[in-house]
């Protein structure tokens, strides 16, 4: 279903972690002017823009994870209590193998890959992080998606005893996702299963978190056990939390400012105090691979 592409980072990034310089195959998908139209399956991309990741401690330290508190520091004091073996995601909706699919059955037909993506959240911060994960693309072949379907819509767990913060009525539990089909199916999206070689840690959303690194982080929606295609836009946490300021769509564009601050640029983690801020760039460095699925909309109006 999608087009495979492959690239290798053979350099080493400034880093100190062995498993991630260890590991052979390095995904440099968060490269500005890929040109994934000019690739083929398995080809490799010439042009290399080469990203540094953040540590893991700043990666998996400094979080949002509402279901474990609203602090940067809660996830990664709390997301221990989240019970991620056995898991189980139902995939239902408009496809030809409806169930409740064991992580592990699902992960056994994957092939995982490192990508390192940047990721850059609607408060104006942004990390580069290699993850570890399979395409989305692939696991809705698995389940075989059918002819109506035109969007995916996603959940969290919700679960009241193992996490905190579903208590407060911060957002309307479970938090919810959602996709346009052709976002879902674009060999850029992925479900994350690692970070650095290693397993997800809960505050980053394990076992099985989305990443679409072209969109404002809350789109990637962590510790998903339900995934549903559907012929509608499905409703979305943030969007009904606040209409006005969150949309479904929420592509990165510096040229759209949040109502209460500029999207212009954005602090990257791990950066010190007095460290400059860097210009956002249109869909977070990934126009070239993803503008052609907004041809014709209006990118002020479709926020
Ligand atoms: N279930 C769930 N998913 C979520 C969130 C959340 O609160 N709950 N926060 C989102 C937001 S706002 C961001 S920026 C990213 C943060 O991911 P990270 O903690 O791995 O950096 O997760 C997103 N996914
Ligand atoms: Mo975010």
């Known amino acids: 279903m999608a087009m495979r592409w492959k690239n290798t980072l053979k350099d080493s990034h400034v880093t100190d972690e062995a498993a991630f310089m260890n590991r052979r195959q390095l995904m440099g998908s968060a ?36 279901e474990f508190g609203t602090g940067k520091d809660e996830p990664a004091k709390y ?6 073996q056995p898991w189980t995601v139902k995939i239902d909706g408009l496809v030809d193998k409806p169930g409740d699919y064991a992580l592990e059955d699902i992960l056994s037909a994957m092939t995982i890959e490192e990508r390192i993506y940047r990721f850059r959240c609607v408060e104006a911060w942004s990390m580069v992080v290699p993850w570890n994960g399979f395409e989305l693309a692939d696991l809705l072949d698995m389940a075989g998606v059918q002819s109506g379907a035109k969007y995916v819509a996603f959940e969290t767990a919700n679960r009241p005893d193992e996490m905190p913060g579903v208590k407060f009525p911060v957002l309307d539990w479970p938090y919810v996702e959602g996709l346009r089909l052709d976002e879902a199916v674009h060999p850029l ?30 789109k990637s929606i962590k510790s998903i056990v339900r995934i549903t295609l559907t012929d509608k836009q499905p409703p979305t946490s943030w969007n009904k939390a606040n209409a006005r300021e969150y949309g479904f769509y929420s592509n990165v564009n510096p040229e759209v400012d949040h109502p ?17 801020r860097i210009p956002t760039l249109m869909m977070n460095g990934y126009a070239d691979e993803v503008s052609d699925l907004y041809a014709g909309m209006d990118l002020r109006k479709d926020i």
């Open 31 to 66: 490269v500005a002017g890929l040109g994934l139209a000019t690739m083929g399956a398995g080809q490799a991309s010439a042009a290399g823009e080469k990203l540094t990741p953040n540590s893991y401690e700043d990666i998996t330290q400094y979080n949002n994870f509402y």
């Open 79 to 84: 997301a221990h209590t989240l019970t991620t």
């Open 189 to 218: 999206t992925m479900m994350a299963t690692g970070i650095y070689g290693k397993d997800i840690p809960n505050q980053n959303g394990a076992p099985l978190r989305l990443v679409v690194p072209w969109k404002y982080g809350y």
């Open 260 to 276: 209460r601050w500029s999207q212009a640029s954005e602090r990257q983690i791990g950066g010190g105090l007095f460290a400059k």
